[in-house]
């Protein structure tokens, strides 16, 4: 999980699943199978404190310079407005389009995204990846 601008927390998800379990060293095996459970639930946990949100779908080859791009930032602003967090799938496109108008209007803008090889990454306009 990526956290950007007020979004941040200290340490990271496996230093605070180590500092709170306290294992030995030894215990790759249980500590590694606990890091990858506790990757899903701390973006299960991220998305439960959103609040109210919107998912925007749209995608990833809508052109910066298209109409359709205008129209996402449009209405990634108009929701945060209205206290919607947005979320996309964090790439580009009308995906980021809606991000970038969330973030502009000063709402939270999330990205559930996946690594692909040969693919973008997120969206600079994410604040929760």
């Known amino acids: 999980m990526v956290r950007r ?3 941040v927390q200290t340490g990271t ?8 379990h306290g294992r030995p060293t030894g215990c790759t095996a249980t500590v ?11 973006g299960f946990g991220a998305l439960a404190e959103l609040g109210p949100a919107v998912s925007v779908f749209g995608s990833a080859r809508t052109p910066a310079d298209s109409p359709g791009y205008a129209t996402g930032v ?5 929701l945060a407005e209205a206290n919607f967090a947005v979320i996309t799938g964090g790439g580009p496109g009308a995906m980021e389009a809606a991000n970038k108008g969330a973030l502009e209007a ?3 803008s999330v990205g559930l995204g996946i690594e692909l090889p040969f693919e973008q990454g997120l969206n600079p306009y994410v604040d929760i990846a």
Request: hydrophobic share 35%; glycine share 16%; no cysteine.
């Open 5 to 7: 601008r007020g979004q």
């Open 13 to 20: 998800t496996d230093q605070r699943l180590l500092d709170s």
């Open 32 to 42: 590694a199978g606990d890091a990858i459970q506790s990757e899903f639930v701390e």
């Open 74 to 78: 449009r209405i990634g602003r108009a």
């Open 106 to 108: 000063g709402g939270v």
